[in-house]
């Protein structure tokens, strides 16, 4: 008997009761009074003795701790108990006899909480565990945690913890009613789709934005930036200007440092408060967040997470402060008539109402200040805040709409036959926005009427189809909005000289050839060529004779690879030379080369959302072959001839060191997890080929796999990673799979896991999880666990010598039956006086030990020996195995062991 441990006691019986009130919980009886299995009438006896002198120590101590309360109630009830059951407490039998009613008792109390659990929270599938030590406590029945836990996963919950939700979006109440006006318009739900306008996969926000497999995906400035440029190209409508209008709010919150998750959390989370506060169920909410795009699960917990609503009706000083609140201090004013005059709140309302309207008078006095300092980015921000204050009041609307906007910001300018410019919009929320771009001869234009018009655009980007070459020109970008004045520039100025375009290059075994477009005022192209480095200026490397539309490069040798510097000249009104960039192309004389038919794609592990790959194909001497992976395949067919450009504008390169092992090549790479294309380019002497591309998609590995060997069957089980819904379990023996099984989630749960039929030779199980997706299956790494055969069973009798003579003889006879074929290092048979059996072989006497046996199947052996002649009655004979592993030894009829 184990002594009373009185810190576990405290931590497992006491700890749980308190906060409990009422009755004691009719829990198990033995966990209360710390009774242990197999105690006899004298252990109990000195257990209840111990326990209860515990609840008097501590009965007697500060009321105010709950400790002390929980053992007078112990007390209590034991008084209680004593006088029903008085002596029977000292019989073990009664105690077995509490035990299994309080099993009935639990098995019922698990019934009744898995209903009410399924009742309240089966709507979102997810319980917090707030809510569930709560529903638990209510239920005032002793469960152990396995039981709660049993109980959960019963009715289908998850036990989650809450998330904290947004009270604000993170912008003004204006820019957000602004905001959320345009994506109506544009017929967009949140601004997740807004900035990522081709997702069609549930996405994440409850910690976090995270689309599961599109690890690149952001909600950030860069994006807002991208979709902008994207948004400029489109062909104008009221659904792109829509757009347009709510990318600048996200831009100006982006440049302010506002998180746009928490903008997008809001978003879905307002939504979802509105539904609460109409009385729709939980399953309703959680169907309407995904329908926004949440990932159920995120929509489960986001509904999980709402506050109640309280319905307390607003009086009418309550209702004046709501719209002061709202910035309608128009309204506001208004309604203060509705507020009667004995209301103790009106003197305060009418005060909160002259300091608003003296606030609005400062902020358009300190937006004039700005506007005329040139600090347009202040005093849109202080119009915004007046407008915050009184968004129901048109004068500070219109001067809002009047407002001259900030200036564009980076202009940039790529000099070329066609010369590109581009900017970024100014930091405004100004709706409607309009550019102009004009240019000047020397220097940029200061007036939006100076100069040439180049372009008058809604976009952030223009083309000068026809720039001055070869001298300095100057460019200047204005803004305005709607029907607003015109912005201070943004300007830059730039002399022109076009680089060569269109640079086409072939190498063969002997030759590099080349040709290149040139703007009609060039007049020359000069070439250098380095060998196996890149050019670190214009003058660097060996001259090389070209016309102005291409060279021919015959002193060359195969296996080097030639860098070559194109850079055109012009000249100026002066007639002073002006040259362009440099260009620098490559190429390496080499053979031809073969598209590559068999590369292979093996995943070897996964490591969180990146895993290692295997990529291997067939050597081609002297051919560089290069891998890239895309989410789509490509539209060529394999033995295509293409350009770099091409590929490169494929997918992502797949980066590793190449590895030559006999007539194959191999490379090992990081990749995300999901699913991808690979297309192998062998790039050759005549171009790059493309090969036959792999669709090949990698998921999480299991995790924990168990397996247990339960006669000729194998339990397995394990751990579901996130995202994978198949299994596919195989058994292998003797090196061949013998069986391979698929397994859903679904499958899983409902049978406890996976059952394979084996036999008695050992094997291997492996596990490889599946993801299904549109292109295919994504595999994970397989994992895998050595099972070990069925133990081999030996069965053995024991006997006297046949023959009258032996019929008093102290001499025995073991015979010991294989069933199958095995080995045995030690076969020890002992002997032991008195009435307990001997279960190892150190509790009786050593009469013999055979070693190294060897079993066929179906073979006996004997083993003859003499009992000792001082060995008293009754006495035990009986046999071990040493090691006791790999064989199972099966005993006799007990009364053939014992004499």
């Not at 929980?70 to 009830?77: K, T």
């Not at 947004?166 to 900035?195: C, F, H, K, M």
């Not at 006497?845 to 079993?855: C, K, P």
Request: charged share 25%; with cysteine.
């Amino acid at each position: 008997m184990s002594t009373f441990d009185t810190a576990r006691y405290d931590r497992e019986v006491i700890g749980p009761l308190r906060g409990r009130h009422g009755r004691l919980p009719p829990g198990d009886l033995r966990v209360r009074y710390a009774i242990e299995p197999g105690m006899d009438r004298s252990a109990i006896e000195e257990r209840l003795r111990k326990v209860r002198m515990y609840w008097n120590q501590k009965a007697t101590g500060p009321a105010a701790q709950a400790a002390t309360r929980v053992c007078q109630r112990l007390l209590a009830a034991d008084e209680e108990i004593v006088r029903s059951a008085g002596a029977r407490m000292l019989d073990p039998t009664w105690w077995q006899q509490q035990a299994a009613e309080h099993g009935e008792r639990a098995k019922a109390a698990v019934t009744d909480l898995v209903r009410d659990l399924r009742d309240s929270y089966g709507g979102t599938g997810r319980i917090t565990r707030q809510q569930l030590a709560a529903i638990v406590t209510h239920h005032q029945a002793s469960l152990r945690q396995g039981q709660i836990d049993s109980a959960v996963q019963q009715a289908r919950l998850a036990v989650v913890d809450p998330v904290e939700l947004p009270q604000e979006s993170g912008i003004d109440r204006t820019a957000y009613r602004s905001l959320s006006e345009n994506l109506a318009i544009a017929g967009v739900p949140t601004i997740v789709q807004l900035l990522h306008p081709d997702l069609r996969q549930p996405f994440r926000l409850a910690h976090g934005f995270a689309v599961p497999g599109r690890t690149e995906l952001r909600l950030d400035a860069a994006t807002v930036d991208q979709q902008t440029t994207a948004s400029n190209t489109a062909a104008f409508s009221s659904t792109v200007q829509a757009r347009k209008n709510a990318l600048v709010a996200l831009r100006t919150a982006a440049k302010q440092g506002r998180d746009l998750t928490t903008l997008a959390l809001y978003q879905v989370v307002e939504q979802l408060r509105q539904g609460r506060a109409n009385g729709l169920a939980d399953r309703m909410l959680v169907r309407g967040a995904v329908e926004l795009g949440l990932a159920a699960e995120d929509a489960e917990l986001l509904v999980l997470s709402l506050p109640a609503v309280s319905g307390t009706p607003v009086s009418a000083a309550g209702q004046v402060r709501e719209l002061l609140g709202r910035g309608e201090l128009r309204t506001a004013a208004q309604r203060l008539t509705a507020v009667p005059a004995g209301d103790p709140d009106r003197e305060a309302i009418r005060q909160e109402i002259a300091d608003a309207e003296r606030r609005l008078t400062e902020l358009l006095a300190e937006a004039d200040r700005a506007a005329a300092d040139d600090r347009e980015e202040l005093a849109e921000q202080l119009l915004r805040r007046a407008a915050a204050t009184a968004s129901d009041d048109e004068q500070t609307a219109g001067r809002l709409r009047r407002l001259r906007p900030p200036p564009p910001e980076d202009l940039r300018i790529e000099p070329a036959a066609r010369t590109a410019l581009r900017w970024t919009g100014p930091t405004t929320g100004l709706p409607d926005l309009r550019y102009r771009v004009v240019r000047g001869a020397g220097g940029p234009p200061a007036t939006p009427g100076d100069g040439t018009l180049v372009a008058e655009t809604a976009e952030v980007t223009a083309v000068d189809t026809d720039p001055l070459v070869a001298r300095p020109s100057g460019y200047a970008v204005f803004v305005a909005s709607g029907t607003g004045t015109w912005s201070r520039p943004v300007a830059a100025t730039v002399t022109v000289a076009p680089p060569v375009g269109e640079v086409t290059i072939r190498a063969t075994r002997q030759r590099v050839s080349a040709a290149w477009r040139t703007h009609p005022a060039v007049v020359a192209v000069r070439v250098r060529r380095t060998e196996g480095r890149r050019p670190t200026s214009a003058t660097d490397g060996v001259v090389v004779e070209a016309a102005p539309d291409g060279l021919t490069d015959d002193d060359v040798r195969e296996g080097v690879e030639y860098f070559y510097s194109l850079v055109a000249v012009y000249r100026d009104e002066d007639s002073r030379e002006v040259a362009s960039t440099m260009v620098t192309v490559s190429a390496a004389p080499r053979p031809t080369a073969s598209a590559v038919e068999t590369l292979t794609v093996e995943p070897v592990r996964v490591d969180g959302n990146r895993a290692r790959v295997r990529l291997s194909w067939v050597r081609q001497p002297a051919i560089e072959v290069r891998v890239r992976r895309a989410a789509t395949r490509p539209t060529w067919q394999p033995g295509s001839r293409l350009s770099i450009s091409a590929i490169d504008g494929y997918g992502t390169e797949v980066t590793g060191p190449v590895v030559d092992v006999g007539e194959r090549s191999s490379m090992e790479a990081d990749v995300p997890l999901g699913f991808h294309i690979y297309v192998p380019f062998a790039v050759g002497g005549e171009g790059v080929l493309a090969g036959r591309s792999v669709a090949q998609g990698l998921a999480n590995p299991v995790d924990q796999l168990r397996v247990e060997r339960v006669g000729d069957r194998v339990a397995v089980s394990w751990v579901w990673p996130e995202q994978v819904s198949i299994a596919e379990v195989s058994w292998e023996r003797d090196g061949r799979s013998s069986s391979v099984t698929r397994v859903t989630r679904n499958q899983y749960v409902q049978e406890n896991g996976c059952r394979l039929s084996a036999d008695a030779r050992p094997g291997r199980v492996t596990v490889v999880g599946i993801t299904a997706g549109a292109n295919g299956e994504a595999r994970s790494p397989a994992v895998v666990v050595d099972v070990p055969g069925r133990a081999a069973r030996l069965r053995y009798t024991i006997a006297r010598p046949a023959g009258l003579r032996n019929r008093l003889s102290r001499r025995r006879v073991v015979t010991v039956t294989a069933e199958a074929q095995c080995s045995v290092e030690e076969l020890i048979v002992v002997a032991r006086p008195g009435p307990v059996m001997p279960v190892r072989p150190a509790q009786g006497t050593e009469i013999v030990r055979a070693s190294g046996l060897d079993f066929s199947a179906g073979q006996s052996r004997q083993i003859e020996f003499e009992l000792p002649p001082d060995l008293p009655r009754p006495y035990w004979i009986r046999c071990f195995v040493e090691p006791p592993t790999g064989v199972t030894l099966v005993d006799p009829p007990v009364d053939h062991l014992r004499v």
